[in-house]
């Protein structure tokens, strides 16, 4: 089945069942999820519960060892290259780190994508590189480097390689992840013009309340593999789940016992 064009409101991502294990360890476990057209999902959850795996499914960088994905209205479960490259056209990921290359340039970075898709001429990636630069606030960046630039720029480099691609459906694994709070918001407010402007899809995973309370239209929650929580903002805040609770307001279920100090009684 080939990826098509999603209607309003059409699912353009769903998991049912999905099932990643590697050696002895299942990191997600019989997972459910929808993603629908024009929506923001924010999926949360804390460090190693699988979040950005379920992401990796998503692009094609990880087969799934069991249940069904389908992505941008194909089956992408068991997908060969060709399936993939065709979903591919429509989905973009913005990596936790940047995923920036050192050794090229800004413009290069960006440009990079364009080239592998071999549609479109010079000119028109140039076009589309300061296009993009502009709309994440960075023209005139083109020929710096990575490394001449700020944590918050090099996110913002990120993601202005995934939308030179023009994707129906945008990834974010971490976005605001190391940085400032200030930083932080310039990036949720950009993810929020981007889904109102390209009218694009989302799944933005994340650790961060305040982000996810402010870029999400339904937030969802895995814990240990599985979906724990899928809702609104003002459901999960009212949850009554205690791992949700405590996720929410940043609890910890451990009780450390203090040290006597050294040398006393």
Do not use: C
């Not at 999905?18 to 804390?46: N, S």
């Not at 390689?161 to 994707?167: K, Y």
């Amino acid at each position: 089945m080939s990826a098509v064009a999603p209607s309003a409101g059409a699912v353009v991502v769903r998991a049912r069942g999905l099932v990643k294990r590697f050696g002895t360890r299942t990191v997600l476990d019989g997972v459910d999820l929808d993603v629908h057209a024009g929506e923001t999902v924010v999926l949360l959850g804390r460090s190693g519960t699988g979040k950005s795996v379920f992401l990796k499914h998503a692009i094609g960088l990880l087969k799934a060892d069991g249940g069904t994905l389908e992505v941008m209205g194909a089956d992408v479960t068991a997908a060969d290259a060709e399936t993939w490259n065709r979903v591919r056209r429509d989905v973009a990921m913005v990596f936790q780190g940047g995923a920036l290359f050192d050794s090229m340039t800004v413009g290069e970075n960006i440009a990079l994508g364009l080239h592998h898709q071999r549609r479109f001429t010079v000119g028109e990636i140039a076009a589309k590189v300061e296009h993009a630069l502009a709309v994440v606030g960075l023209a005139g960046t083109t020929a710096r480097h990575p490394s001449a630039l700020s944590g918050g720029m090099r996110k913002r480099v990120g993601i202005a390689r995934a939308i030179a691609l023009q994707p129906r459906l945008l990834l974010y694994d971490e976005p605001t992840s190391g940085l400032d709070p200030v930083t932080s918001d310039v990036i949720n407010r950009l993810i929020l013009r981007l889904q109102r402007d390209l009218g694009a899809s989302a799944l933005v995973v994340t650790h961060d309340m305040a982000s996810a309370r402010f870029v999400g239209d339904r937030i969802a929650m895995l814990d240990e593999g599985k979906m724990i929580f899928d809702g609104t903002a003002d459901a999960i805040d009212h949850a009554t789940d205690p791992r949700v609770r405590r996720f929410v307001e940043g609890r910890s279920d451990e009780i450390l016992e203090e040290a006597a100090p050294a040398g006393g009684s």
